[in-house]
């Protein structure tokens, strides 16, 4: 009995901190696919091309649960498409840290949304935390050239967008609760080729895409194994688990991305950005911690 209790507490634990470190090095063949010819826009259609071997048998099998929820469907296929698009974008753009540092705000947005569209109270806690991140965003975004804080490239307001994108993912996935885990996952794999080809059609000039065929295979192949381990792999931490546990096993991914940008390339945060990244995660270990007495109380 007691074996299996502690594989029961462990195992969504390593599988938690599995997901983290992949999100973390995420960015690696990123750069690589972009090396290789493709965008960050083709890179995320093809990936994510490459889950829909596992999506679409799940929203055929299951397509009665589009029909029982389809506009929270495809709010989520939407922002989350534009979530992922957006992140990986930026992550290609952008420097890695910075970009996930800032893409770290979206517990804040997600307890302002909770706020606004749950109409769930904002306690003095929640208000300090939310003050608290966007002083640390503010760090980070400061700009000696304008004297305030403000996004200094694309990769910056891509980074913000997907944070912002992502807490209405978690909103609409939590209204939804009709729908499994599963026909979630693979709406939200749906939005990302979906939105993706729009971009693509949208944009000016030669769309065609010209690179070596083994760079589209692994990009696919990036999409059916990894993103497929990594996103089940949250999926199973995140059900086993409290929420507020499993955020703050998450933060990890900074850890990773940190340890890996620092080892495989030559960028390197300033001071500043490292004091107003820190501020951002611990907001994000804060609210992880409201979710935590929140969690309790429901319990009692």
């Not at 997600?110 to 640390?136: H, P």
Request: charged share 10%; hydrophobic share 55%; net charge neutral.
């Amino acid at each position: 009995m007691q074996a299996n209790s502690q594989h029961t507490s462990t195992l969504p634990v390593i599988s938690l901190l599995v997901a983290a470190t992949l999100w973390g090095v995420f960015w690696y063949p990123l750069r690589i696919l972009e090396e290789q010819g493709l965008s960050g826009t083709w890179a995320s259609l093809l990936i994510y091309t490459g889950t829909l071997v596992i999506a679409l048998p799940i929203i055929i099998r299951r397509f009665n649960e589009f029909l029982a929820s389809p506009l929270l469907l495809l709010a989520i296929l939407a922002f989350s498409g534009w979530c992922n698009i957006s992140f990986i974008l930026a992550i290609v753009e952008g420097e890695i840290v910075r970009v996930i540092l800032l893409f770290y705000l979206s517990p804040i947005w997600a307890t302002i949304l909770a706020r606004f569209v749950l109409k769930e109270e904002l306690t003095l806690q929640a208000r300090a935390t939310i003050i608290l991140a966007l002083v640390g965003a503010m760090t980070m975004l400061w700009s000696p050239e304008f004297g305030y804080p403000w996004p200094s490239s694309g990769a910056d307001w891509l980074a913000l967008s997907s944070g912002v994108a992502f807490a209405f993912t978690n909103l609409f996935t939590h209204m939804a609760k009709q729908a499994s885990i599963q026909m979630k996952t693979a709406a939200a794999w749906v939005g990302v080729v979906l939105i993706a080809v729009t971009m693509i059609l949208l944009q000016e000039g030669d769309i065609s895409l010209n690179v070596e065929a083994c760079t589209i295979y692994l990009a696919m192949i990036i999409g059916l194994v990894l993103m497929s381990v990594m996103t089940f792999s949250v999926v199973y931490g995140v059900t086993h688990m409290p929420v507020h546990r499993s955020a703050v096993i998450l933060i990890f991914e900074v850890v990773a991305a940190a340890v890996s940008t620092y080892l495989l390339t030559d960028e390197r945060l300033n001071l500043r950005e490292w004091i107003g990244g820190g501020i951002v995660i611990f907001a994000a270990y804060l609210a992880a911690m409201q979710h935590k007495q929140k969690f309790k109380i429901e319990q009692n």
